[in-house]
């Protein structure tokens, strides 16, 4: 990607091919309209933690229901987003992206008004899928809008948006809940969504690029086989980890071997598809692409201890210390706003600073993370929510370091045609590293819960700990890749230093 340094060391712009990109004057607020989308997307990932209590009181829904309708949404949301994101790439970014707008707000509107608890899972399962439709089509709209620095600043807004919505959905929550009641708050959780689809859904059609005559009229194979492979294995592999809690024994874990049968199958049959000359769902040598394979591993890693502090976190608070949904949610404001601080401002120095940035954000997510864990071990029950401040802001921070530049130098190889489904790869990452790391750190929290006779603070203790490891792994991901940048990088020095002295 021009402008973007894809190692430690900055590179110079590609001049020739920003000579021959015509910047769309609509372009900033095409992604403003992008970024409303998506932040509606990621609130609902959250959002849902606080208003569990709430949906058990108005529907009487059983502890089954409530864990499909948290975790049953990112099961379908990563369903759909690798073949949407291809599907983005030939046949319009624009069309996929308003499609999957008008799906969500209708999904939302029959969520928020479920007269029971079975109507809520299909709905929101339904949601999930809207949502598996829209997100890739962001990143890839961002790929096709910007060039060199820009684009750095457009997927530093990105990343502000990713952080702080994740950040802000129990706050939200919880304040909707406290307006309109115990017994109903839950159905506006939903029903925020309606307002904000009808305003999006006229600047999307009105500002987003359209197709161009060339990429509608092509004929593009769809791989349908290919996407069945992808989407039945996401799932399986998923599934127990989703449903860690909910399924007891150890043979849901079977699931996880068939999951690696199917996707092995998916590449074998991709490899197979591609050689006899057709167009495959996923390119595989987007993976040659060092920045992209590292990138995508790293985030995943990062996602499965990122988010499993928002989870257990909630449930210390509300459960343990008594918290209201409200409390609750004002006690993560500081990380949502470190993260959005940070993100808008490591995406303008990106080109300069590279992995390097990355690498400085995790180590004070890790820092962070650690803070918290000490926090509920040393302070007062009814300090803690006042005390946690600072760790949090701390790892929010750090989080606005990773994810934006993340996005950033991971799509800087990426051609823009694939920019879709390169997104779409880099979001599945981050939904099955969100889903393991729930289900991992919640697996021991539980276990400690019980262990130690309700004590919440220290099933958090030992829950975050499972999290900081992933966090350390992911740290070492970047450290990994910063490493094989810069030894590649010797020899183009060392050519350099030879043709100076000629």
């Known amino acids: ?101 008008v799906l969500f707000t209708a999904t939302s509107v029959l969520c928020g008004a479920a007269p029971n608890s079975t109507w809520l899972v299909v709905a929101r399962l339904s949601q999930g899928l809207a949502a598996g439709l829209l997100t890739p089509q962001i990143s890839a709209l961002i790929q096709q809008l910007f060039r060199g620095r820009e684009r750095g600043k457009a997927f530093g807004l990105f990343g502000a948006m990713v952080g702080i919505s994740t950040a802000l959905g129990p706050l939200i929550g919880g304040l909707l809940i406290q307006l309109f009641g115990e017994a109903d708050g839950w159905r506006y959780v939903f029903f925020v969504n309606l307002p904000i689809g009808l305003i999006t859904v006229p600047f999307a059609m009105r500002l987003l690029p359209q197709a161009s005559d060339e990429q509608r009229s092509r004929h593009h194979d769809l791989d349908p086989i290919g996407v069945l492979l992808l989407g039945v294995g996401v799932v399986v592999l998923l599934l127990p980890f989703v449903q860690e809690q909910q399924w007891h024994g150890n043979a849901k874990w079977l699931l996880v071997p068939l999951a690696a049968l199917l996707l092995a199958a998916f590449l074998a049959w991709e490899r197979r598809y591609r050689s006899s000359g057709r167009e495959s769902l996923v390119d595989l040598t987007l993976f040659s692409r060092r920045s992209f394979s590292f990138g995508t591993a790293m985030i995943t890693v990062y996602f499965a201890g990122f988010t499993a502090l928002f989870f257990v976190l909630t449930l210390l608070l509300q459960f343990g210390l008594g918290f209201s949904a409200l409390l609750a949610g004002l006690t993560t404001l500081p990380f949502a706003a470190g993260s959005g601080l940070a993100a808008g401002v490591s995406g303008r120095v990106v080109h300069r600073f590279g992995r390097r940035l990355v690498l400085l954000g995790l180590a004070m997510v890790t820092l962070g993370y650690f803070g918290v864990i000490v926090v509920v071990r040393e302070v007062p029950d009814h300090l803690i929510g006042w005390v946690l401040i600072a760790p949090l802001l701390v790892g929010g921070i750090g989080s606005g370091m990773v994810i934006a530049p993340n996005q950033t130098l991971t799509l800087s190889e990426v051609p823009v045609a694939q920019g879709g489904t390169a997104g779409g790869l880099i979001q599945v990452g981050q939904r099955i590293g969100s889903a393991v790391g729930i289900a991992a750190v919640g697996s021991v929290f539980y276990a400690q819960l019980a262990s130690s006779h309700g004590n919440y603070n220290r099933a958090l203790q030992h829950g975050l700990l499972i999290a900081v490891l992933f966090l350390v792994v992911s740290l070492a991901l970047a450290g990994a890749e910063l490493l094989v940048g810069d030894r590649s990088t010797e020899p183009d020095r060392a050519g350099d230093g030879a043709r100076a002295v000629a």
């Not at 060391?9 to 992604?31: G, I």
């Not at 208003?51 to 058990?56: E, G, V, Y």
């Not at 073949?83 to 970014?93: F, H, N, T, Y």
Request: charged content about 15%; hydrophobic content about 45%.
């Open 1 to 101: 990607m021009e402008g973007v340094p894809t190692s430690s060391t900055p590179v110079s712009p590609d001049r020739s091919q920003a000579e021959n990109f015509v910047p769309d004057p609509n372009r900033w607020k095409a992604l403003a309209v992008c970024l409303l989308g998506g932040a509606m997307v990621l609130l609902d990932v959250s959002i849902v933690n606080v208003a569990l209590r709430s949906i058990s009181l108005g529907l009487h829904a059983s502890g089954d229901a409530l864990q499909w309708v948290l975790s049953g949404y990112s099961l379908t949301f990563g369903l759909l987003l690798v073949p949407a994101g291809r599907l983005g790439d030939v046949r319009g970014r624009r069309r996929l992206f308003l499609v999957g707008l």
